[in-house]
């Protein structure tokens, strides 16, 4: 057996050029809205990074780098089509198809090498003559060392890392291209002079345990090639772990009231897909970026397992009441629930709480939802923001807007 990890190459810019044949001569970028502040890179083609075009990098920035460039506003309804067409290509190939994001997908083919690495080959040409994408593809016995290998070769390119040769191949690459190796564990690593993959594989595993505990192991399992975890089957859906929302507001939120709208509205969002998933939750992160761009973070229990976008907005409005000092103006906020359970799950009461009112609370925010499902988002919203909707009907809207709204 071998595993394939299949990567498309500087996606949404890739899209874009195929959807507009003009583009591909050009050095361009998919941005986001300024207007909306999200005017950063999102993605750019190979002539465009060759000029020192950056993901993440500001939109001014790019234009620096690289004078001429071609700024593309995205089209995600365009790139969720084409990434369920690479991913029906790949399921002629296998039944167990496991996608990590928009473009990017695992495969599990059961041959050898060399058959494997002929259909490895054979997905990457099928991919560029139906869909007019290119693909970087890693062949190894792991996910983890697939994944290394669709990095190693771009763009267009195919990447075989077999076990008698991939210590050869990768043990003196940066410890950073290791899947699940972010900046603030390649910074930690490296202060324990482990900079390279070789020198983590080769660390003692007590050492390992003891500083970066099982995530640690699990890395230096990646980089020894010893990682066994299987690719998921094409109609697996794993639980979730935590289901969250953000937004990054129009304007900055300089008052506890522009704030308690925004988390209002992002409480919505996060209640909707919780009762979509079949799960409560038993615990609010609430993320706060000031106008610096620094993140402060805050975590709360709740009472009971809950669905309802009321309990967990006021959570959260409390966390942010109790802990925030409002030295800068708020530029982003996200609610994220986690400690999710089964909604099936019979809820652990106790003497002091009112369980009754918590349970009427939740069924009627079931109702509203499915309200909404059935006559539109704006069908029922809560009454603190009925002046800024007759403020939108009017253009002249004076509280905060957030983008991207699921009901708005």
């Known amino acids: 057996m071998m595993i ?19 583009l591909r001569n050009q050095r ?53 089509k084409y990434s369920k067409l690479l991913q029906r290509i790949y399921k002629r190939y296998s039944d167990n198809v496991e996608p990590f994001g928009m473009d990017e997908c695992w495969i599990s083919l059961p041959y050898d090498e060399d058959d494997a690495v002929s259909v490895a080959e054979e997905i990457r040409q099928t991919v560029k003559d139906e869909t007019g994408l290119t ?14 290998g669709s990095d190693m070769k ?3 390119a195919l990447t075989v890392l077999r076990k008698s040769d991939f210590k050869e191949k990768c043990w003196d690459l940066p410890v950073s291209d290791l899947l699940y190796v972010g900046p603030r564990t390649t910074k930690k690593l490296n202060n324990i002079a482990i900079t390279t993959i070789g020198q983590l594989a080769n660390a003692p595993s007590d050492i390992i345990a003891r500083k970066f505990g099982k995530n640690g192991l699990m890395v230096q399992a990646f980089a020894n090639g010893t990682d066994c975890s299987a690719v998921a089957p094409v109609d697996y859906s794993p639980a979730p772990k935590s289901i969250g929302h953000g937004a990054t507001c129009t304007r900055d939120l300089e008052d506890n009231y522009s704030v308690w709208l925004a988390l209002d509205e992002l409480a919505q969002d996060v209640s909707h897909r919780m009762i979509a998933s079949e799960c409560k939750t038993k615990a609010v992160h609430l993320y706060v970026k000031d106008n610096s761009f620094m993140y402060h973070e805050y975590v709360a229990p709740i009472h009971y ?8 907005a006021q959570a959260a409005y409390e966390l942010f009441l109790l802990y925030y000092r409002w030295e800068k103006p708020v530029r982003a906020l996200t609610i994220t629930a986690s400690k999710l359970q089964d909604e099936k799950l019979p809820d652990q009461l106790d003497m002091f709480g009112d369980y009754l009112i918590f349970d009427k609370r939740n069924r009627l925010d079931r109702a509203i939802d499915d309200i909404r499902n059935r006559f539109g988002k704006d069908a029922i919203f809560s009454a603190c923001h009925c002046r800024r909707r007759t403020d939108l009907a009017t253009d002249k809207c004076e509280t905060v807007k957030m983008p991207g709204m699921m009901y708005h």
């Open 305 to 312: 397992p809950t669905q309802s976008a009321a309990i967990i």
């Open 28 to 80: 361009i970028a998919v941005c986001g809205d300024p207007e909306q502040r999200h005017g950063i890179v999102l993605t750019a083609n190979y002539p465009a990074k060759r000029m020192g075009v950056k993901t993440g990098m500001a939109n001014w920035q790019a234009m620096q780098a690289c004078p001429g460039l071609v700024k593309v506003k995205p089209h995600y309804d365009l790139y969720l």
């Open 135 to 148: 693909v970087s593809i890693g062949a190894s016995f792991s996910k983890a060392l697939a994944k290394l």
């Open 4 to 22: 394939l990890h299949s990567d498309a190459n500087c996606f949404y810019a890739s899209v874009e050029m195929v959807e507009n044949p003009d």
């Open 154 to 156: 771009k763009p267009d």
